[in-house]
């Protein structure tokens, strides 16, 4: 007894059962009696000859096609093989089943900085760089800790008027005018907002004033602790406020990016766990999360820009490190991610880390909070938790354009 192949497409496949149904009882009503040996391609089953030779289009032989009228081809998606020819052709089938699988993706990428944690060192105030405290790149540093000693004859002056402001106030301390007193007054006010304005802090607005001496140099601190990563000044450099003279990252925690294939994508969700290691450290596996999918697809590699944010306190992923990156994607119903962690939840768009049951707002950066539904993760509803019809890998035949599988229509 032969048995009956049909192809479908795969998005054919997957359509409700009743129709594909319709289908071959619509085709065995195009049942044309015909009882003369045929002869066919088993990779293009349209072949129909008359007598033994080879495929016209790959020219692969050509095998018998079965004639009596019970397995006749009964439509152009139809082949019907005998057990002889389907021997021959060593076709295999495997049961299509509803069930759960994970997509394992694999990725290569790069570690970088923060954006978010790097500083800009910068002269508030213009001067000459007369002692640059960090030589070189590299250097860790602490938050507060000093980094440049400027010359600044503009702050000289300014501290100037703060004294002589002062001396002001003393002069028309026992004046009759109040609005004399109000003015002095407020030129003090105006010559302190300007130091702080030019970076001094409190306790040196203070100093000076207790003093009456003035501070040709400006002390300038590190705002945030890290690495210092560009030096762009030098030692003895004229500067205008706002020239850059360091900047600092921040590697508490840095970024990963990773390069994903179109065809991983649409595995890929904001918000998923990612293991990767390093060859600096073999068979440690760290950990992160998906922060950003580039809406962007690099038009030379052809590949996704998938930015993941790790944790990094101890320092030991540094900048540039290549990484073997690897996200375990449950499928559930409708090409959803099942996701126990996100199932339901709502997430912050700009801080994954932020998972809330409810609605409501960041606490970062108080954006209000997006359903992981609407991130294409599968929620509690039913629907999403139906099992996808899943096919063996091999079955499908890629032809380029579209895949087609071959089913086995049951006796
Ligand atoms: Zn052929
Ligand atoms: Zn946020």
Request: net charge negative; with cysteine.
């Amino acid at each position: 007894m032969g048995a009956v192949l049909a192809a479908f497409l795969v998005g054919y496949l997957l359509k409700p059962a009743p129709s594909a149904q319709h289908e071959q009882g619509h085709s065995t009503e195009q049942q044309a009696p015909e009882k003369k040996q045929v002869w066919t391609c088993s990779m293009h089953p349209q072949i129909k000859l008359p007598k033994k030779g080879l495929c016209p289009i790959c020219n692969m032989d050509l095998i018998p096609l079965e004639t009596d009228d019970s397995s006749m081809p009964t439509s152009i998606r139809q082949l019907t093989v005998s057990e002889n020819a389907r021997q021959l052709m060593d076709i295999e089938t495997a049961p299509v089943e509803r069930k759960f699988v994970t997509a394992t993706l694999r990725m290569v990428g790069k570690v970088d900085y923060d954006e978010t944690n790097l500083a800009s060192i910068t002269a508030w105030v213009p001067g000459r760089l007369d002692r640059l405290f960090v030589d070189y790149t590299g250097v860790p540093v602490k938050k507060g800790d000093h980094l440049v000693s400027l010359y600044s004859p503009d702050l000289l002056s300014a501290q100037e008027e703060l004294i002589q402001a002062l001396k002001g106030v003393q002069d028309v301390q026992n004046s009759e005018s109040a609005l004399m007193r109000d003015i002095t007054q407020s030129t003090v006010e105006a010559a302190r907002d300007r130091l702080r304005l030019w970076g001094l802090t409190d306790e040196q607005v203070a100093a000076i004033e207790k003093s009456g001496k003035v501070e040709d140099h400006v002390t300038i601190y590190a705002p945030t602790g890290g690495i210092v990563i560009h030096k762009n000044a030098f030692e003895g450099e004229y500067v205008k406020t706002g020239t850059k003279i360091y900047t600092i990252a921040d590697l508490s925690q840095v970024w990963v990016y990773l390069d994903a294939y179109e065809s991983d994508l649409q595995w890929l969700r904001y918000g998923q766990q990612v293991e990767f290691t390093t060859i600096a450290y073999p068979g440690q596996v760290f950990k992160g999360t998906i922060a950003f999918i580039d809406p962007v697809l690099n038009d030379k590699t052809r590949t996704i820009k998938i930015r993941v944010n790790v944790p990094n306190s101890d320092g030991q992923l540094k900048p540039k490190m290549f990484v073997k990156a690897t996200v375990q994607s449950q499928v559930a119903g409708g090409g959803r991610i099942m996701d126990a962690d996100l199932a339901g939840q709502w997430v912050c768009p700009m801080h994954p880390e932020i998972i809330k049951a409810e609605s409501g707002k960041c606490d970062i950066c108080q954006m209000p909070l997006v359903q992981t539904e609407s991130l294409g993760y599968a929620s509690d509803d039913p629907s999403h938790l139906e099992k996808p019809l899943v096919i063996p890998v091999t079955a499908a035949l890629v032809t380029g354009t579209r895949a087609i599988v071959y089913v086995e229509v049951p006796d």
